[in-house]
């Protein structure tokens, strides 16, 4: 029996809606045949977003979503997406694919895509190949309300009122594909760009990301925070998850994966918890007396791509290892939501561990998809003080806690999450819940297979939630988890 | 990829040292997962015509038509040609 407590005398906080953010990049079908197909298709939409993913998006209640890139941010311009489609230019993304892009989907596209989700834009801007003028231009195009050139244009091209847009990243991955840069240089670019984007609106004032670490790199935290932390309002941070040694071209595949690398993956998902305390250390030692945040605004699994597909599109399957890789660092940005504002998985549909996939007019829902759906009721709840007894589970030096929780108390009452790593063994939990009196019920959900259990086209429904039995003890509740799962107690 | 973009084209066609390793896996493929001789080729005679074969890769699914085609119990994800029974 595995004791757990959750104790509602003691919070870091609200846990900010936008942990549980995504990502869309211009990258293989993400964007266009995934989220965007146009007018034209035969595939239902709404201005040009499939209506199916928009409801399935809106459903698993989608809080922000971050655009256009990742590595295509610093080679976007903006200016190439707006005005009349047919005359748009034609490029070729040489980030991902060296597919031609059209720029059918743009400024415009985007924010009437957030305006269907009733999700909040995050837009990164481009530093690594464009101008402070041109990224000026932008927010100064998307937020600005009374007369001026760029709320002309913007008039000119159909959006009568600012979108008041409020998150802005300066440049993406600054240390690599957004310019190489040393982090001295980036932070006095930071700061330079950081002057420019201005606040249209008083009461819509925007939030400045800096373009943040890869994995351990706390120098890169240190210098920002340093030279640049009284220009931004929160810094990101970049960790994705490989199962094997961290050789890109090796990464192993999304099924038939050896039980080695499920517990390897699961290890080498821990680490996020080390990088966002350490990371959060950093911020707090130089933020002074401004509150600056954590923005996890890329993560999740990395895998081989599935076999016969472009490799530059990054598409692969996801099974109930990449659910338990979800709850684990679900419940790591909930425990951490005193420096953790934002976190955005990578990619929405059709891209790495997406919680979409699509084959033409086809779409599946990912056991990510139900992890995100099941965790929902953390978003703007007040998180609350949890512990769980563990054993170590796994396999050679790939061990693991074979449990790891988060809780919080929101509008639907306390909500606890709970994943069993172990793929063979079930646990008995006996969960006490102190601060918040007895339960009058409990409601459990849980989300399990075989580690490598995934939806497919023509099976869409192996991996699902269902009911979980619980029972109501005096001092909280008692339910058994099966091997591999995860498992959402709504507490009344 | 630096090979030219070409609509309507497939991987044979275009750069065949950096798509070598896509034969090599239709090649592994087992015979019972592989659609007949005859089928592939009606198979790709769709694609060819198909406005969504860009760079011999199918814009609705992101597989390489040839690998796809080749596949027995797969479908055209817009529904231009079935399984093979």
Sequence with gaps: MAKAIVNANRSKGHINRNIYGHFAEHLGRCIYNGIYVGEASSIPNLNGMRTDVVAALKKMGIPVLRWPGGCFADTYHWRDGIGPKESRKKIVNTNWGGVTEDNSFGTHEFLELCRQLECEPYISGNVGSGTVQEFSDWVEYCNMGGQSPMAEERRSNGQEGPWNVKYWGIGNEAWGCGGNMRPEFYADLCRQYSTYLRNYDTEHPIYKIASGASEGDYNWTKVIMERAGRFIDAVSLHYYTLPRTGDWTDKGPATGFPRSEYYSTLRKTFYMEELVENHSRIIKQYQGDRKIGLCVDEWGTWFDVEPGTNPGFLYQQNTMRDALVSAVNLNIFNNHCDTVVMANIAQTVNVLQAVILTEGEKLLLTPTYHVFEMYKGHQDARQLESYVETTLTGEGEDQVPNLHISASEGKEGVLVTIANLSDTDSAELDCALTGIGRAASVEGRVLTGPCGAYNDFGAEETVRPSHLAAEITDGGFKAVLPACSVAAFTVR | ?85
């Design chain 2, 1 to 85: 990829m630096n090979s030219p973009s070409c609509k309507r084209c497939l991987l044979r066609e275009l750069d065949g040292e950096y798509f070598k390793s896509i034969y090599r896996y239709i090649a592994s493929l087992p015979g019972e997962q592989r659609s007949s001789s005859d089928e592939y080729a009606r198979r790709l005679k769709i694609c060819r015509a198909c406005g969504d074969l860009h760079n011999g890769m199918c814009a609705q699914c992101g597989c390489f038509a040839e690998v796809r085609a080749a596949k027995r119990r797969l479908a055209c994800p817009m529904g231009r040609w079935g399984q093979e029974e």
